[in-house]
């Protein structure tokens, strides 16, 4: 009975740090948790166990590492043991990897594969079935090969595994989820310290406490799960483990171990912490494929200026050759209806950095040969923006940058839990706002799947779904001052000592329209947070009819657009004034001094401040303009904003303005009083 403890444990464990989170919340009723939470808990996570590892018996070692083959079953786990017992059947037609070759399993569940140095030897989770999860709620569906270890590591890489085992086991239990499923997606979490790891708790841990997960099969993690520091994975484990849904994590530039001197080792604490850096697994009618395209160090090996052999060590998007050796090898034992899934840190194309090569991936047009014309979509992070590309769609510096046109598949860049790397004025909650870079406010994607077929939504944290988009006036007013902000931004550090040439209080009341505006040019400019090519945008003014508002990036080939007249009036406005820089007190000295982000950190000195140009919304491939008329009279006026996605999704707000011939006095009127 001892062998089931763990799995008894594992189960109180989670659903206790539930259950307390619950509680600790203000939504909560006094009886306990909310109908959505309940659900939530009663969700399946039993399973909790490992890949099945037979060492050889003393005297045979040197036997066994002259085996050069790695061998081994998959069997259903009738009693949930992780172990092969006597009668449990093999399981044929399961693939089985070393991370290159691809086997099928035969009738009675066995494989055998070539065996390198350093490999991961995994099975890909078949559609119906269930790996073992740990106490985490990670998948376990893999064994690390590194007979010798890693090198001495920061965080500790991979301890020697020795010699190969006889036989590594993969254990399944049956899962019938059916086709219709949902997964969470979330960007770049990427704490970089224990202050950061609480906004993360009070976001997504909240948000996953308080959701109903029963149709929710996978959490993926886009990469830049950390920020650098791999010591703060343990609360985080414990945080997203609240939600009760397996965990699926992509490799990032900020997961790697820093003082790894060659790529081959660069993701070993990553590898032993979660599992591999690459891999696949399915549910439903979906193939969901993992890819690291983050090459750390790249200098020496990738021939970009950037990663010369005598550059600052630094990384490069790009997958290795062995990846694409692997998802081919895959694909051709998948049937060709599938949905794939394809997962990666750094975009595969990106609208923020499309002039940019270490920001997308340098070999994307080997991606899309190989994926050819299978149903696909693809996701990243990287960029902390929420991206819509759909197929046909690209700009200016993709064929210089990843020798690649048009987008072959849909992609979708998902976004920052963190935003704008946990930046910005704190909210209601005590957790910055962190515009980020494109305008979206901090948040994830939901993806809902029926067959092959899918749906994807951005949710903001902490607002209603029905929040889909914002809107601001963009006006001659505006654009002097957002021309004078990004060019004291351009030429002073961030946070210093030089006096801002102008704050949100210079910008004043953005809804006070004067007929200077008007005449000079003033547009609403609306921000659709999840807004692409198809979607549709309108506005009508006090009742009148709807006009159609243009999207200020085509996507047909064009430079990216950027300053003043192409920037979001709200997002700058919001990331313009950072009052916490200036918040100093007796008790706290230097770590409660100011602002933090960044402070002290290791390139701190190639980007000295938070907020940089690179960071404020001068552009967007999610802004829709709709010009006002000059004549409209002085008084009160009704916007009303609608935006249609491409599924048929409608979404509204209203905006109160007022036009006055000229801007009233706005302070105090003293001199009433004299």
């Known amino acids: 009975m001892k062998r089931f403890a763990g799995k008894r444990i594992a189960r ?27 659900d939530a808990a009663a969700k399946d996570i039993d399973y909790i166990g490992s890949v099945e590892v037979i060492r050889a018996e003393a005297g045979t070692e040197g036997q066994a590492a002259e085996t050069p083959m790695a061998r081994g079953r998959v069997f259903l786990d009738a009693n949930r043991n992780s172990r092969l017992d006597a009668g449990e059947a093999g399981l044929p037609d399961v693939l089985v990897s070393n991370g290159r070759e691809v086997v099928a399993t035969a009738a009675d569940g066995g494989y055998s594969l070539p065996v390198r140095e350093d490999m991961n030897l995994f099975v890909v989770k078949p559609a119906g079935y269930a790996t073992p999860l740990n106490e985490d709620l990670v998948p376990q569906f893999s064994y690390l090969h590194k007979p010798s270890g890693s090198p001495e590591l920061r965080f500790g890489g991979i301890a020697p595994t020795g010699p190969l085992p006889q036989a590594v086991n993969f254990p399944l239990i049956e899962d019938p989820v059916g086709e219709s499923f949902q997964c969470l997606v979330f ?161 595969f194309v990106s609208f923020t950095d499309a002039d940019e090569q270490k920001h997308q991936t340098d070999n994307l047009q080997a991606l899309y040969d190989i994926i050819g014309d299978r149903p696909a979509l693809g996701l990243s992070g990287h960029t902390h923006t929420t991206e819509q590309i759909l197929p046909g769609e690209f700009y200016e510096g993709w064929e210089a940058h990843t020798g690649t046109g048009p987008a072959q598949f849909h992609q979708i860049v998902t976004g920052a839990v963190s935003g704008s790397w946990w930046a910005g004025d704190l909210d209601d909650r005590g957790v910055p706002r962190a515009t980020q870079r494109l305008g979206s406010p901090r948040g994830y994607y939901l993806l809902e799947f029926e067959g092959a077929d899918y749906r994807d939504s951005f949710r903001a944290f902490a607002r209603p779904e029905s929040e889909q988009f914002h809107a601001a006036f963009n006006t001659p007013r505006f654009r002097d001052w957002a021309a004078r902000l990004i060019a004291f931004t351009e030429d002073n550090e961030v946070p210093g000592d030089a006096l801002p040439a102008v704050t949100l209080n210079d910008l004043g009341d953005r809804n006070l329209l004067t007929r200077a505006d008007l005449t000079g040019g003033t547009w609403v400019a609306v921000n659709v947070w999840n807004g692409s090519r198809d979607s549709e945008v309108s506005v009508s003014l006090n009742g009148g009819a709807a006009r159609a508002a243009t999207r200020t990036q085509a996507g047909a080939g064009e430079a990216i657009l950027e300053g003043p007249e192409f920037a979001d009036p709200h997002a700058l406005a919001q990331q313009s004034t950072q009052g916490r820089q200036s918040v100093r007190s007796l008790a706290g000295g230097e770590e409660t001094a100011g602002y933090r982000t960044w402070r002290d950190y290791r390139w701190t000195a190639q980007r000295p401040g938070p907020f940089q140009t690179w960071m404020l919304t001068q552009k967007s491939s999610h802004l829709w303009r709709a010009d006002l008329p000059s004549d409209l009279p002085a008084g009160l006026h009704r916007l009303e904003i609608e935006t249609t996605d491409r599924y048929g999704r409608r979404f509204t707000d209203t905006l109160l303005f007022e036009v006055v011939e000229e801007l009233p006095q706005m302070t105090w009127q003293g001199e009433l009083f004299d």
């Open 187 to 347: 960007g770049d979490t990427q704490p970089y310290s224990n202050a950061e790891v609480s906004y993360v708790r009070e976001t997504l841990g909240r948000m996953l406490a308080l959701r109903d997960n029963a149709e929710t099969e996978c959490l993926i993690f886009a990469g830049d799960v950390m920020g650098d520091d791999l010591s703060l994975f343990p609360r985080f484990k414990d945080i997203v483990a609240v939600g009760g849904v397996p965990q699926y994590f992509v490799p990032g530039n900020h997961d790697f171990d820093f003082d790894a001197t060659a790529d081959a080792h660069s993701f070993d604490s990553f590898r032993r912490i979660w599992g591999p850096e690459y891999y696949a697994f399915e549910i439903g009618q979906v193939l969901f494929v993992v890819l690291d395209n983050v090459r750390y160090p790249c200098n020496g090996v990738d021939p970009h200026d950037f990663c010369d052999a005598s550059a600052d060590t630094t990384y490069n998007g790009v997958i290795d050759a062995r990846q694409l050796e692997w998802l081919q090898n895959t694909l051709a034992l998948v049937p060709e209806d599938r949905l794939i899934v394809v997962s990666a840190h750094i975009p």
């Open 12 to 38: 109180k464990r989670i659903a206790r740090k539930r259950i307390a989170y619950l509680v600790g919340l203000s939504t909560v009723l006094a009886l306990g948790l909310s109908a959505g939470a309940q």
